[in-house]
């Protein structure tokens, strides 16, 4: 399965919404998460299971979608957003990434 | 606190070998599958495999399907990635994750850099 993201880079300024796309090439139902990674930093887990807020994500990133396409929203952005976001789905053992996209704090 | 610390890596000429390990505290090693994620330099996030529980069922992403082998030694607490046939494509960071509370990756090492260069 195949996931494509969009916008490559989104440059937006404190406060604003951040809205983050995710496009699977077939249906992975509800099984897909996103990470966080800021520079020099491991991938965080942000959500799962297209809605869920994993443990310490403020409630400022939300999820939603179902089958092919999924969005991310970050309301409100503070500086310290500024990351790669990546999907990811785990629909079955295959799993896979999206290529990501880039969030810049102007 | 769960911790996942990976060790091994380092500058291998392609086509040689390398094993990574991935120490793991802090949780129940041995009831939980484990994978092992990479990332190339500058470039984004990949699944390399998987490897349920007990260590009887493995899963490959095609890249390394052949060459690389995930295993487990659950008396340890370690994961385990044999690498054969490296070349300049799997130049990454090499992080073990586990998916324990969420079936996603929840716990991530800190990874360890894998060069193959000649």
């Known amino acids: 399965i195949v996931l494509t993201q969009s916008p490559a880079t989104l440059s937006l300024s404190p406060g604003e919404t951040a809205t983050l796309s995710c496009r699977a090439s077939?249906?992975?139902?509800?099984?897909l998460g996103w990470y966080q990674q800021r520079p020099g930093q491991t991938p965080r887990l942000l959500i799962y299971d297209t809605s869920n807020r994993a443990t310490g994500t403020p409630a400022r990133f939300s999820g939603s979608g179902s089958g092919t396409d999924f969005t991310l929203t970050i309301s409100s952005l503070e500086p310290e957003d500024s990351a790669v976001y990546y999907c990811q789905q785990r629909v079955n053992w295959l799993l896979t990434f999206g290529p990501g996209t880039k969030v810049e704090i102007k | 606190e769960v911790q996942l610390l990976e060790s091994g890596g380092g500058l291998v000429q392609p086509g040689g070998s390398l094993r990574l390990s991935c120490a793991a505290s802090g949780f129940n090693f041995g009831e939980h599958a484990m994978n092992w994620v990479r990332q190339a330099p500058g470039k984004g996030l990949e699944w390399v495999s998987a490897?349920?529980?007990?260590?009887?069922?493995?899963f490959y992403a095609d890249s390394v399907k052949g060459r690389f082998t995930i295993s487990r030694d659950n008396s340890k607490n370690t994961l385990y990635l044999q690498m054969n046939d490296l070349s300049a494509e799997d130049t990454a960071v090499y992080y073990c994750?586990?998916?324990?509370?969420?079936?996603?990756?929840?716990?991530w090492g800190q990874g360890t850099l894998v060069t193959v260069s000649s």
């Open positions: 077939q249906s992975v139902s509800s099984y």
């Open positions: 994750a586990n998916t324990m509370e969420t079936y996603y990756f929840d716990y």
């Open positions: 490897l349920n529980s007990a260590g009887d069922s493995t």
